[in-house]
């Protein structure tokens, strides 16, 4: 549903205002409240569940310090050591009461562990623990070490127990002191609830040993088990808990802090404060907050909408009325008579203002509209426009002098064009017969260029030929060379082996030598030897015999092989300059190979040069036929042409034109700036229409 009137559009904003205003008061005060009230509740319970912790930590301490003086009493020390059982009791009563203590109970045992005498409230006590030995701080105390730990005994679900050992002159161990403080007496956590007024439970795992939370008959609520989720948090997170909880009929804010040992939760202490009144009450102070605020925001609300009513809607809608009749077309109506000097008059009287000028201008753009509808554009403008009314004034004379100047041009225009048009159809009658010479032409530089392209087939052809042979030249050639390069190794491998055997025959000359020699001694010494030695100097002469022969056959043979080495040496050369010339005529040929690659590829690039010719004369050809045809075409457009600019002509001089643009040339006219106007201007009277629409 649409709001169509100012006063109803202010009335519902103010009750919105007043309902929000009263909300927000409400909603900050009751937060406000809130925020007080439970910080000081969660101080509260924080200061308590604090005081209780504290309370069993300064507990571990004073049981401890206690044990360690008591431990340490010389009386007591002097009866365990000597037995005497009869000082037992009296002893530790003294002991007790030289060292005052909050311990439930004060126990004196011996080596191993058994309890001997217990003082508990104030004097002896007969009881005795069947699992005193059994429990773990007694165990250590019995094997020499001081120990204060949270356990579970001497007849109570959870405990502090701190006990100290005693020892003889020889640092032997003769028994302990233990310190037992029971967590499940109620009259700590009673004591604690009347100083603060908060509810207290001390926590065994998971189970309440102690609290101050009874029943209706008036029963404490021991044994009950606390929530999966709180022990998640404190038990398994080892973490405080800060929570609003029902417990027992009642809801608190409760804290929950773990007690520590061995970095384990072994349990946990609680304090909580009862929240129900307190947040009765800050319901009750909410409401009464609200109804405050609402009559306050109501009574304000009430005397604004009275006053804007009278200062600002009326006004408003008698504006309202004027603008309403111009947005209609409705120009000739009642003015407005608002006295005073306020924004709303400054108003009524620009809108007087408005309606007037508004008037007198479409009055006038009506009388130059109706004549240029009549064919007349010779008017004239007498009526002067202010402020941003004058680009309509400005972009009405721009139109009618485009239009006298447009509408002259064109009639010079259509005299040019007939003029054009038949000289358009000569030159296309005489471009139809050109076209038709040029197309025999083309015809033939196809054919030529047809047999051009069979010629460098041909050679494309033949030089692939001689390619082909010059590689299998140059394969032929490839193989003398390796095959040169064979008989050379062939012939270093003669020439080593000549060498070896020149050294063979040095040596065989060698021996010769030698045998020589050997045969000259042993014919002196068969010469010696008389008749004895004839024997030996006729082996001897034969030896030196053969000696001679076969040095003279050795420089035969070493003349041999120096000249064979000699013929070798110069066959080496020879075959190195064969082998040198191959590699040129084998560089050569590569280069040849080459060259003629070089004319194979050029070749081809003719032939697709050639191709491309082909196809472009073809083109050529198709575009020559096009041009025939569209000159033919065109020589008829020109004659439709002429025909169709004497009809224009013919139509506009049935318009009515100005005396000072007869002498009008059509080299002067720039119509850009006169179109450019005219989209400002249509551009101006859009963005007024528009705001009448605003308005």
Do not use: W
């Not at 029943?215 to 404190?234: C, L, S």
């Amino acid at each position: 549903m649409k709001i169509k009137h100012v006063g109803t559009k202010m009335l519902l904003l103010l009750i919105i205002s007043v309902v929000l205003s009263g909300v927000i008061s409400a909603g900050v005060t009751y937060f406000g409240n809130k925020m007080i009230i439970d910080n000081s509740i969660e101080k509260n319970t924080d200061t308590s569940v604090k005081i209780l912790s504290n309370h069993l930590a300064s507990m571990q301490k004073e049981l401890t310090d206690t044990s360690f003086k008591i431990a340490n009493t010389y009386e007591l020390q002097n009866a365990l050591v000597s037995k005497n059982k009869s000082r037992y009791d009296s002893e530790l009563i003294a002991a007790c009461q030289a060292n005052a203590s909050e311990a439930s109970f004060v126990s004196l045992f011996d080596e191993n562990g058994n309890e001997l005498a217990r003082f508990e409230n104030g004097g002896y006590s007969q009881t005795r623990s069947a699992d005193f030995s059994r429990n773990e701080v007694i165990k250590s105390a019995v094997q020499g070490k001081k120990l204060c730990l949270y356990t579970e005994g001497f007849g109570s679900k959870f405990v502090i127990c701190a006990a100290t050992p005693m020892t003889d002159s020889s640092g032997k161990v003769s028994g302990g002191v233990a310190l037992v403080y029971k967590l499940d007496d109620f009259s700590v956590l009673d004591e604690l609830k009347e100083l603060s007024g908060a509810e207290f439970t001390i926590f065994a795992g998971t189970e309440r040993i102690n609290t101050t939370f009874e029943d209706e008959k008036g029963h404490r609520e021991i044994g009950t088990e606390m929530t999966e989720e709180i022990m998640n948090t404190v038990l398994g997170d080892k973490s405080d808990a800060v929570v609003k909880i029902d417990l027992f009929g009642n809801r608190y804010n409760a804290k929950y802090m773990p007690i520590i040992q061995n970095d384990e939760a072994i349990g946990a202490v609680f304090s909580g404060n009862d929240i129900v009144d307190i947040e009765s009450s800050e319901r009750t102070i909410v409401i009464i907050s609200f109804i405050v605020v609402f009559l306050i925001c109501l009574l304000s609300s009430v005397v604004s909408f009275i006053i804007v009513n009278k200062v600002v809607v009326t006004p408003i809608k008698m504006v309202g009325e004027i603008v309403q009749n111009i947005a209609e077309g409705k120009l000739r109506g009642k003015l407005l008579d608002i006295k005073g000097y306020d924004e709303i008059s400054e108003l009524a009287k620009n809108t007087n203002i408005t309606a007037v000028n508004l008037s007198k201008y479409i009055n006038d753009i009506i009388i130059k509209v109706d004549a240029l509808a009549s064919k007349d554009i010779s008017i004239s403008f007498d009526e002067h426009y202010v402020g941003d009314y004058v680009k309509i004034e400005n972009s009405l004379k721009k139109i009618t002098d485009v239009m006298n100047k447009t509408f002259q041009t064109i009639l010079l225009s259509c005299d040019q064009v007939s003029i054009g048009s038949e000289q358009i159809a000569i030159g296309a009658q005489a471009l139809a017969q050109g076209a038709t010479s040029q197309a025999a032409a083309v015809e033939q530089l196809s054919n030529s260029v047809r047999k051009l392209n069979n010629r460098v087939k041909e050679s494309v052809v033949g030089v692939e030929r001689v390619e082909n042979g010059m590689n299998g030249v140059m394969n032929k050639i490839r193989e003398g060379t390796n095959k040169m390069g064979g008989l050379l190794e062939s012939m270093a491998q003669i020439t080593a082996s000549t060498n070896q055997i020149s050294s063979i025959i040095r040596v065989i000359d060698d021996i010769s030598f030698q045998t020589n020699i050997l045969a000259l001694n042993a014919a002196v010494e068969a010469e010696s030897a008389g008749a004895a030695g004839k024997g030996f100097a006729v082996v001897a002469s034969e030896v030196q015999k053969l000696s001679e022969k076969t040095a003279a056959a050795v420089k035969e043979t070493d003349a041999l092989i120096n000249q064979s080495i000699k013929d070798v040496k110069k066959g080496s050369v020879m075959l190195k300059d064969t082998a040198t010339a191959i590699d040129t005529v084998s560089y050569d040929a590569e280069n040849i190979n080459v060259l003629v690659s070089k004319i194979g590829d050029a070749f081809k690039i003719q032939l697709e040069d050639i191709n491309d010719i082909t196809r472009e004369s073809d083109n050529i050809t198709q575009v020559i036929q096009t041009n025939s045809a569209t000159s033919e075409e065109s020589a008829a457009a020109s004659e439709e042409l002429s025909g169709q600019a004497a009809l224009l002509r013919d139509k506009l001089r049935e318009f009515k034109f100005r005396d000072d643009d007869l002498d009008f040339k059509t080299d002067e006219i720039d119509t850009s700036d006169a179109t450019e106007e005219i989209e400002v201007s249509d551009k101006y009277t859009d963005n007024t229409e528009e705001a009448y629409i605003e308005e």
